[in-house]
């Protein structure tokens, strides 16, 4: 467990959230450029993406102007975004940002932005190698001191401001996910230009929230830099002691100012502990589920779609263009408080795992209980009381919950509504998350006694495994379901809670899972509940007994049959925590562990030896615990079976 450090892909800008045309966007875009549209599901082609190269090159600012927007709107996807970049369109469109047209400029950092925010983590990698960095940076420069935004016919944001906040969103997304690109942000001085753009009377609501948006990201590797002390008085003054501030203003100010302090909560942070209680309250008990129900009763009918009076579906979209921007302001500001709650009860780094590569020797003593086990941190009493006093758990729970499932059916059948559940997936992810941190810091009475907890641990079991999860989605509830289920390890009253049906199933999960990540952490979980279902002492009557040698069946076979070398020792340390009792040996012989141990030992101990170099870190102590532990438990178990039988 550790700080979070996830992706934060939050589009700034959006053109038409509504898609209330009869065509999408792109498809009209092209046909106003005289392109011929490329897309057929697959990734665009070599041949449309050089006539885009070729275009984006032309005399015509017109012509520029067009091929930006009719690319924007063709990049639908990773691949398309990838394919683009491979194509070298990153160093066409990078001198298009400093155009003398400033219509070729937002319409070029319009495409950027949307190639960027498509492609992910590998298209920052490229858009970076081929120095993206640069334009956006001397776009930026160039901006003239006196600039102020100001409003377009029809109330529309004019065409700077919009390059402004397309550029500003671009560079948040590869600070995201770059250390090269914080490095090269500090080193130009960006954070002391942005700065002066934080004042909403002057600059308004759009440029402002862009710019913290983008500080709260910036600011979480600081390096050599001297704007801490003017951005703290900003952040404090012009949102923090504001009440007009919104929600999402405050948490990403909060968010500002821990990252100045290095995540310490004291008194140099220049918040005390209400005022952070307020400020995450504040987000976290709106209604999210409300907020998705307003989103669907703005979507168009089939009868809006079909056509009707053009002022009545200006309205429509106006509504759902607002009602959309609502829900994703508070879906942001709801993510940014689970990572500072999840960022405040973080257990720290792991430490420095370079011993094992050096020394293959290394006994499970040195390792501490289980080498990689999690550490408690001591939470400030007066920190802890107010979360508990406020309740925070509980709404921390509640944030882990999706709409409900006519909601999201509905929000499913239009563009902005399945852009919108995304939304509402990364929120859950982050709750979870949040939880697993959360249940490490309080004791099992703050937050709701063993039975309470384990009904929760219960419904997180039926979101993970109901219907088809991503690799993400499933690892954090899974990650959630290990951490309370080992905080529950210790109360003996929820043995008698375990049914062999649910634990049957669990099995079965799995055997079905094929993300490793989630695998090990169903491991886990298994390796405890049988712990707690064999106790201590005997006897081991039904229902345990059966529970116990159902767990052990299925962890002894991912050991045996694994072919990824941390299942197998994941596996393998759950099967040592089960049986560690000897009152368990019947059950040992009943499934022939020590049998099939004793022929997986020399494979095992082969694969150490060739693997343990390119294991990740992370994933090191358990395999050398597991290889040091083997012999030992065989050696065991076998001693105890001859004392047995004679």
Request: charged share 25%.
């Amino acid at each position: 467990m550790g700080k979070s450090k996830s992706n934060r892909h939050n589009k700034q800008v959006r053109d038409n959230p509504t898609g209330l045309a009869n065509k999408s966007d792109s498809e009209e875009i092209v046909m106003d450029c005289a392109v011929k549209s490329p897309y057929t599901g697959t990734a665009l082609s070599s041949e449309t993406l050089k006539s885009f190269s070729r275009q984006l090159q032309s005399s015509s600012a017109e012509e520029r102007d067009c091929a930006c927007h009719a690319l924007a709107g063709l990049i639908r996807n990773n691949e398309d975004s990838c394919a683009a970049l491979q194509e070298g369109l990153i160093k066409v469109l990078g001198p298009l940002l400093l155009d003398t047209s400033a219509s070729v400029c937002h319409s070029t950092a319009s495409a950027l932005h949307t190639i960027i925010s498509k492609g992910g983590d590998q298209a920052i990698k490229l858009a970076i190698e081929h120095d993206i960095l640069t334009p956006l940076i001397a776009l930026l420069k160039r901006i003239p001191p006196q600039w102020k935004p100001h409003k377009a016919p029809g109330n529309k944001i004019d065409t700077s401001t919009a390059t402004f906040l397309e550029t500003v969103a671009t560079l948040n997304l590869l600070s995201e996910s770059s250390t090269l690109a914080v490095d090269r942000i500090h080193r130009e001085n960006i954070v002391s230009m942005l700065i002066s753009y934080l004042d909403v009377n002057a600059y308004g609501l759009d440029v402002v929230s862009s710019v913290v948006q983008f500080l709260s990201t910036v600011t979480e590797e600081q390096g050599d830099t001297d704007y801490t002390e003017v951005l703290k008085k900003e952040i404090i003054s012009k949102f923090l002691n504001v009440k007009e501030s919104s929600p999402l203003l405050k948490t990403l100010s909060l968010m500002i100012l821990l990252n100045l302090n290095h995540q310490q909560l004291n008194s140099e942070l220049g918040q005390s502990t209400q005022d952070i209680i307020n400020i995450l309250t504040s987000s976290l008990c709106l209604d999210q589920r409300k907020a998705a129900s307003s989103v669907v009763d703005h979507l168009p009918t089939t009868q809006d779609e079909n056509g009707g009076d053009a002022m009545e579906e200006d309205s429509l979209a106006s509504k759902l263009y607002d009602s959309v921007e609502a829900a994703e302001e508070l879906i942001s500001a709801q993510i940014k408080s689970l990572e500072i709650l999840t960022n405040i009860c973080c257990s720290g780094d792991d430490g420095d795992s370079d011993e094992f590569y050096e020394d293959e020797s290394i006994s499970d003593e040195s390792l501490g209980n289980e080498g990689f086990q999690e550490s408690l941190i001591d939470l400030n009493p007066e920190l802890k009381k107010a979360f508990i006093d406020a309740r925070l758990f509980q709404l921390v729970i509640e944030k882990a919950k999706l709409p409900a499932t006519n909601i999201i059916e509905a929000l499913n059948q239009h563009p902005t509504g399945k852009s919108l559940i995304k939304r509402y997936e990364a929120l859950q992810c982050m709750g979870f998350l949040c939880l697993s941190n959360m249940v490490m810091v309080f004791e099992v009475d703050d937050i709701g006694g063993s039975k309470d907890l384990f009904d929760i641990w219960c419904g997180l079991a039926v979101v993970a495994f109901q219907g088809s999860k991503s690799e993400q989605m499933l690892g954090s509830a899974t990650a959630s379901m290990r951490a309370i289920i080992r905080k529950l390890s210790y109360h003996k009253d929820i043995v008698n809670l375990l049914k062999l049906e649910d634990i049957t199933l669990l099995c079965q999960r799995v055997v079905d899972c094929s993300h490793p990540q989630s695998k090990v952490n169903l491991l886990q979980i298994l390796g405890t509940l049988g712990s707690m279902a064999a106790g201590v002492e005997p006897p081991m009557l039904e229902p345990r007994s059966s529970i116990v040698r159902g767990i052990g069946q299925i962890l002894l076979d991912t050991a045996c049959l694994s072919p990824d070398l941390w299942i197998t020792a994941e596996a393998m340390d759950a099967l040592f925590d089960v049986f560690k009792e000897d009152h368990t040996d019947p059950i040992v012989g009943d499934v022939q562990l020590v049998e099939r141990l004793r022929t997986l030992a020399p494979t095992f101990k082969h694969r150490v030896h060739s693997q343990r170099r390119s294991l990740p870190a992370d994933h090191l102590p358990v395999v050398m615990t597991a290889r040091d532990n083997l012999l030992r438990f065989i050696k065991y178990k076998t001693k105890q079976r001859s004392l047995a039988n004679r």
